[in-house]
């Protein structure tokens, strides 16, 4: 379901989601440049399946992504409520630009 891509993309979310929390630009220009390179990385070794297998994971991560940003909505902790609200943001973001793709 998830794979180093995503773990990659989660580092870069943290980075720069401490970078804004605690008003530190070069922590999040850091994690910019790691979520960018995460999501670049990963749409060139990414194989596209349209099989109803890959429909079914592709619904369960938009499932997972808004899990987060409710949790990141209930939690009301600065750095890991913006951590889980920017990352379930970055993983719809990502399915809904992979309908299109």
Same mark, same amino acid.
């Not at 794979?3 to 720069?16: E, H, P, Q, R, S």
């Not at 970078?19 to 994690?31: K, S």
């Not at 990414?46 to 209930?74: N, W």
């Given at each position: 379901?998830?794979?180093?891509?995503?773990?990659?993309?989660?580092?870069g $979310?943290?980075?720069? +989601?401490?970078?804004?929390?605690?008003?530190?630009?070069?922590?999040?220009?850091?994690?910019?440049? *790691?979520?960018?390179? +995460?999501?670049?990385?990963?749409?060139?070794?990414?194989? *596209?399946?349209? +099989?109803?297998?890959?429909?079914?994971i592709?619904?369960?991560? *938009?499932?997972?992504g808004? $899990?987060?940003?409710?949790?990141?909505?209930?939690?009301?902790?600065?750095?890991? +409520?913006?951590?889980?609200?920017?990352?379930?943001v970055?993983? *719809?973001?990502?399915?809904?630009?992979?309908?299109?793709?």
């Amino acid at each position: 379901m998830f794979d180093k891509y995503d773990l990659v993309m989660g580092i870069g $979310v943290f980075f720069a +989601s401490a970078g804004l929390v605690y008003n530190h630009p070069e922590v999040f220009f850091l994690g910019l440049l *790691i979520l960018f390179y +995460s999501i670049f990385s990963k749409e060139h070794h990414r194989v *596209i399946s349209t +099989s109803a297998r890959q429909k079914e994971i592709d619904k369960t991560r *938009i499932f997972v992504g808004l $899990v987060m940003i409710l949790l990141a909505i209930v939690i009301r902790v600065e750095l890991l +409520s913006l951590f889980l609200y920017a990352w379930g943001v970055v993983i *719809i973001a990502e399915q809904i630009l992979n309908r299109f793709a």
